[in-house]
């Protein structure tokens, strides 16, 4: 974990309620799976944002507006300085990824899909992406993937879009390993259908997230853990729901 | 050149700063950023007699300019803590640490503290009667005078160390638990626990904490603490470690000022992993500014 200060390059809408922001700094202990914890101006607790992407000095996050704090982060102005404490949480590990691995990322947790997709396939594996989303309207990087070479299905629940349905309804390739980001129904229902192991991605209220506070405790079948320290990322088999 | 150390219950230590109990763990997440043995001690997680996972999720909620936290004392146990979590502690701290302890029963509080008498880094007993997390427990000794002069007693009996009993302020006259516990032995007090309070989430309708209410923390507490801290000081004669939203070294002076012997830096450490480090090192430039030479002189200075 550091404790830096980064400045803000750009902040725009990417899609509905959903904003991208680059953000110039050091990345130097940034993996991808990590999340930073922000501080905002006027709010008591920092925000834990995902990491999307951090390369060349270069920070992009991508948050959807969900409260105060998001709504707060929509309107800043390039040029702001943000205190961030960065390197927080495990992280993916993509050794165990074998050579076709599957990404499953449902809305907000499309974000950190992208920087293990790239790091995935710079180590030469082929990446199926699986997109969610509510509606077309909400959908974002779908072009971004398909640069990095993957293979991306986007699905939407109500059809305007894509496949229509949920991620689950895409999951029919085959595939070695899968990492998936995204709600909790999404996150079980992608346990469910999965015919391998892979890595979860968690979402909880946080306090301090560097694993001080134990806000976020969750329970697994490797003992008690903090979604902050300990996770965000955790191994299907480990999981109890 | 400034003095800033002072003595709690017959322990000096360098400095009046003391990261809270619940926003420090066992230090090894501060001591990846800083050499904790700045501090003048810590407070470590709170500490029962068996394990627990405590409340379920959500346990976090936002204020202004403070938190809520309804954490509910997880924690190993204290035969974890005394075999895996003592050990690493030592590791990297190297000072006498303040061993906080609950329970749910005298006899819980009794074992535990027995327990953590034996370890020799375990400088004070920080017992806390004041948790407002849990039921059947905790903070049902801190509101009668009477429960927590039974806690005190008990807990007097088993150990050679200091004890320093931990107040709530969900009460309506703090300074008559405090007198409670300083008339069964108590070597200090110390205040506050967090304050009872709750937020409604407004898109769901419903609380946001699983067990609807949880303990305020921040700087929206300090004036409340203060208050306590300076009825307190009239009330005992036991040390008091002062505690609520402290943030600064200015922060600090006044609750010394107040009537604390030293200071404990809770919610400000988990929104500022730096915060006690930084309030150390402002904490000369702060006693310079308002002419203190030796901090331990102004205990009390305000009555």
New interface residues.
């Given amino acids: ?1 550091k ?1 830096l200060v980064f400045e803000l390059l750009t902040n725009k809408k990417i899609a509905k309620n959903t904003y991208e922001c680059v953000l110039c700094g050091d990345i130097s202990d940034i993996k991808c799976g990590q999340f930073v914890n922000i ?1 905002i101006d006027g ?4 925000r834990p944002i995902s990491v999307c992407d951090a390369e060349d000095g270069k920070l992009t996050l991508i948050y959807k507006v969900v409260g105060v704090g998001t709504e707060k982060m929509a309107n800043m102005e390039a040029g702001t300085k943000l205190d961030l ?1 960065t390197g927080l949480g495990n992280g993916y590990d993509t050794e165990r990824s074998g050579d076709k691995p599957l990404l499953i990322g449902g809305g907000a947790g499309v974000p950190p899909m992208y920087k293990l997709c790239k790091e995935l396939t710079s180590q030469g594996k082929k990446c199926s992406v699986i997109l969610g989303f509510g509606s077309m309207d909400e959908v974002f990087y779908e072009d971004e993937f398909k640069s990095l070479g993957a293979d991306v299905y986007v699905t939407t629940v109500d059809g305007s879009y894509g496949i229509k349905g949920f991620v689950t309804d895409a999951m029919n390739m085959e595939y070695t390993y899968f990492y998936t980001c995204g709600p909790e129904p999404m996150l079980k229902a992608v346990y469910n259908k999965s015919t391998t192991s892979g890595e979860f991605s968690f979402e ?5 997230g ?10 697994t079948k490797y003992g ?1 853990k903090r979604i902050c ?1 300990d996770g965000p990322v955790l191994v299907k088999e480990e999981i109890i729901w | 050149m400034v003095n800033t150390k002072v003595t709690l219950c017959g322990i000096e230590i360098d400095n009046p700063i003391i990261p809270a109990s ?4 066992f230090g ?3 001591a ?2 800083y050499d904790i043995n700045i501090l003048g001690s810590f407070s470590f ?1 709170g500490t029962t007699k068996d394990p627990r ?2 409340n379920p ?11 809520l ?1 309804c ?1 509910g004392l ?1 924690n190993p146990g204290v035969e974890h803590v005394i075999a895996h979590e003592l050990p690493e502690m030592k590791k990297i701290f190297h000072k006498p640490v303040m061993a906080n302890v609950s329970g749910f029963s005298v006899e819980d509080y009794a074992y535990t503290c027995e327990l953590l008498d034996k370890e020799e880094q375990v400088g004070w007993l920080e017992v806390n009667i004041s948790c407002p997390n849990v039921h059947g427990g905790g903070m049902s000794f801190g509101t009668d005078p009477k429960n927590a002069a039974e806690v005190t007693k008990a807990v007097k009996a088993v150990t050679k160390k200091p004890v320093i009993i931990k107040l709530t302020p969900n009460v309506t006259d703090i300074a008559a638990v405090a007198k409670a516990v300083e008339s069964e032995g108590a070597d200090g007090v110390s205040l506050i626990n967090t304050l009872s309070g709750m937020r409604i989430n407004l898109k769901t309708k419903k609380p ?1 904490l699983s067990i609807t209410t949880g303990g305020l923390s ?2 929206c507490t300090f004036p409340v603490a203060l208050r306590c801290v300076w009825q307190v000081y009239n009330a005992v004669k036991i040390p008091i470690v002062g505690m609520g939203g402290v943030t600064t070294a200015e922060d600090v002076i006044e609750m010394m000022l107040a009537g604390a012997t030293a200071v404990e830096v809770g ?1 400000a ?6 915060a006690s480090k930084k309030i150390i090192e402002s904490l000369p430039e702060a006693m310079a500014k308002y002419g203190i030479n030796n901090l331990s002189d102004i205990i009390g200075g305000a009555h």
């Fill in positions: 974990m404790n501080m709010l008591y607790l920092r404490l909880e209220r946080m306090g301090c560097f694993g001080a506070c134990m806000g976020c405790t969750c329970k008690n320290k | 619940g926003t420090f763990g090894q997440e501060f990846e950023l997680k996972f405590g999720t959500p346990r976090i909620a936002e204020t202004a300019s403070g938190m936290n954490v997880q946001i921040g700087p919610a450490n988990l929104v500022d992993p730096f």
